[in-house]
């Protein structure tokens, strides 16, 4: 931002609100995108390993279109299962999160769709060879 729209007499100076991260809390900023990123990558690997065990299973019983309902069917079960009070408990145990209560609604359709992801990229490679 230049200086002249700094300037108080600027008219738009009272508008600019630019926020800045200090030092410190960019640092945590950078750490929670590098988290989203790794556990985004997690799902979309589950999506590849799902789609690797429903071909296996199912390759000459079951259609492409079941065999996709399948993988959203597991990955909406490990959903549930990495919710549920055992799983939360054991994760707190183990890690310095002890606020931690389980994923948002949110986070869980994310993680579903992050699977979906990793499943149609797998599948589209595999049809084109």
Request: with cysteine; glycine share 6%; aromatic share 14%.
């Amino acid at each position: 931002m230049c200086a002249a729209a700094r300037a108080p007499d600027n008219p738009l100076h009272s508008q600019l609100k630019v926020s800045r991260f200090s030092r410190g809390s960019s640092y945590i900023y950078i750490l929670a995108v590098i988290a989203i990123l790794a556990f985004t990558f997690t799902h979309i690997l589950h999506g590849v390993l799902i789609y690797a065990l429903v071909w296996l299973v199912g390759r000459k019983r079951l259609p492409a279109g079941a065999r996709f309902v399948a993988a959203v069917v597991l990955e909406c079960g490990w959903e549930l299962f990495e919710n549920t009070d055992f799983i939360i408990r054991r994760y707190r145990d183990v890690t310095i999160s002890l606020d931690y209560f389980g994923d948002s609604v949110f986070n869980s359709i994310g993680d579903i769709c992050a699977m979906m992801t990793g499943y149609f990229n797998i599948a589209k490679e595999e049809s084109t060879i």
